[in-house]
């Protein structure tokens, strides 16, 4: 079966901006197909896709609107705000070397402004598309509408979702498909599997209780947007065919917990972390970080019966009232509505990460770092309220004046709260050092870059002690930070712009869990539309002296 339908506008265009990438055209018949996926027009698995990119002359467009309702997506209504009325939203699908456009308008009312992250996208020399706000661009402000641009210059699975306050949490998510070449083969391509966690208030509501108390325990989860909460609500349900294999894009974008996710009876072959393909592997289950994402395969191979589909919430590092019942099912019978009567696998609760099972196809190394920074990770009680610190610094910007707009007007001071590193030098190696004493794990999120993950355990971390891999290691742009721990990644300065690195956990990064890179300054203003920066800039400060609302919280 052919891989998502795509409709498209022809453009026979793309961006001018990413310079720095190889462009070949398309040329021939696409031979991907269920017996083979390893290969996409005349590219394949050992394209290096950080140089060189499909110039397919494509552009493909969506239409997302931002709006306030209320949903019972578990049978209990709450208030939510959600991207055209779907939870989660449309899906933003592609093929791998198309450009996108996508035009958000924020109906949000009185009180909200909004940005959009395309998590995973390395808006390679297009930052200002990153959507972050207060660091690449003002809030869009209700009633306007903001356009972003970029290039699918990776190809698997991610999603996009909010990056104002608490917004993706109360439901403004969806997921992203890069249409390319995989490292085994399926027949079918099922699409985004969201695991999410959810409450029966506002994550803004949440947001006071955990700000003054720590962890708050959830009410329960869902799966695609779906589950049952005592008797009410509905499971999210799957029918599948006998000998079937199905392509699962696994998205957790939880605001707090860490899954262990798992189909009883079946094992699943791991083709892909993030957007990187990697050697596949079986397994039982998998593990999975906040804003972490997984390509699977699972065979239709067992009995005609009825299974259950699990996302169990890891009791290690997340809490969660329903955490024995976040559960889909997969029916071999469509015509059956019985419940599975099946057993999951036996696990060891851990907040794990799946970095030693994985080894990229597209075979990599880091080379020794030019620059290093260590960066320790504590958390503080100020005003009797949590905050978070790297090396030291809650970090805080303002909506109204982000960092990328300061660069482009010329101002390269930044105060201690905005937690600038600037990387000047293009095209060298940084390492960073990321360690805790704290019995919490974190998900650490890169912005415009896949990382290297050079090293990853408990303990201390000891320079010329500890070992680092350097063949060939784990490359992603999400990674847990163990427990009382460390992390150790790297990349290469390669992609100028305003970075945000920071806990995928949301209210850690509300509480300022965040630092930025700020790289390769001097060429930033010249791939910067000014224009549009001050539009949307003009826009909200606008709205906020009309609606006099004020910034509570880190800003991103």
Request: hydrophobic letters at 35%; charged letters at 15%; proline letters at 4%.
């Amino acid at each position: 079966m052919a891989q998502s339908e795509l409709a498209k506008t022809s453009l026979r265009q793309g961006l001018s901006t990413d310079t720095a990438l190889g462009r070949k055209a398309l040329s021939g018949v696409n031979s991907n197909s269920a017996d083979d996926r390893s290969t996409w027009f005349d590219f394949d698995l050992s394209t290096n896709y950080y140089d060189t990119v499909p110039d397919t002359g494509d552009t493909v467009v969506y239409y997302l609107e931002i709006t306030n309702t209320t949903a019972s997506l578990d049978g209990v209504e709450r208030e939510v705000q959600l991207v055209n009325g779907t939870f989660p939203g449309p899906t933003i699908i592609a093929n791998w070397g198309d450009t996108v456009t996508v035009h958000v308008t924020n109906n949000l009312g009185v009180v909200n402004g909004s940005s959009i992250h395309w998590h995973g996208i390395r808006q390679n020399y297009t930052n200002q598309n990153d959507g972050v706000a207060s660091i690449t661009q003002c809030p869009n402000a209700p009633g306007t509408t903001e356009t972003y641009t970029w290039r699918a210059t990776q190809y698997g699975s991610s999603w996009y979702h909010s990056h104002w306050a608490l917004q993706a949490w109360n439901g403004v998510l969806g997921g992203i498909i890069i249409n390319g070449p995989a490292s085994a083969n399926y027949d079918v391509d099922a699409g985004n599997l969201f695991l999410n966690d959810w409450t029966h208030q506002t994550a803004d509501q949440v947001y006071l209780l955990a700000e003054k108390n720590g962890v708050p325990t959830l009410d329960n989860g869902l799966i695609n947007g779906t589950n049952v909460y005592n008797t009410l609500g509905s499971r999210f349900e799957m029918t599948w065919v006998t000998g079937t294999k199905y392509l699962l894009r696994l998205v957790n974008g939880a605001v707090e917990t860490h899954y262990k996710f798992m189909v009883d009876n079946h094992t699943m072959t791991v083709i892909a972390a993030d957007f990187v393909p990697v050697e596949p592997y079986v397994a039982d289950f998998i593990n999975i970080g906040m804003g972490q994402r997984y390509d699977v395969i699972i065979e239709a191979n067992q009995t005609t019966a009825d299974y259950w589909l699990r996302a169990i919430p890891q009791v290690a590092c997340s809490d969660n009232d329903s955490a024995d019942n976040i559960k889909g099912i997969i029916r071999y019978d469509s015509t059956s509505i019985s419940d599975p009567t099946t057993s999951g696998y036996t696990y060891t609760d851990a907040c794990d990460d799946e970095t030693s099972n994985l080894v990229p196809v597209l075979s990599l190394d880091a080379s020794s770092e030019d620059s290093e920074d260590d960066f320790a990770v504590t958390v503080t009680r100020s005003n009797n309220l949590f905050k978070w610190r790297m090396a030291g610094t809650s970090f805080v910007s303002d909506w109204a004046n982000p960092t990328l707009k300061k660069v482009i007007e010329g101002n390269d001071t930044f105060s201690t709260e905005e937690h600038v590193i600037e990387l000047d030098i293009a095209n060298e190696w940084v390492y960073f050092v990321i360690s805790t004493t704290q019995g919490v794990p974190h998900p650490i999120h890169l912005h415009g870059h896949d990382f290297y993950v050079l090293a990853q355990g408990t303990g201390t971390y000891t320079d010329g002690t500890t070992a680092l891999t350097t063949t060939n290691p784990p490359r992603r742009d999400t990674a847990m930070l163990p427990a009382s721990g460390y992390l150790v990644i790297a990349f290469l300065t390669d992609n100028p712009g305003t970075w945000l690195m920071h806990c995928h956990i949301g209210w850690h990064a509300a509480e300022g869990f965040s630092i930025q890179l700020l790289e390769r300054i001097n060429e930033i203003p010249a791939l910067t539309n000014s224009e549009t920066m001050n539009t949307t800039c003009n826009a909200w400060d606008s709205f906020v002296t009309s609606s006099s609302i004020e910034q509570e919280d880190s800003g991103i």
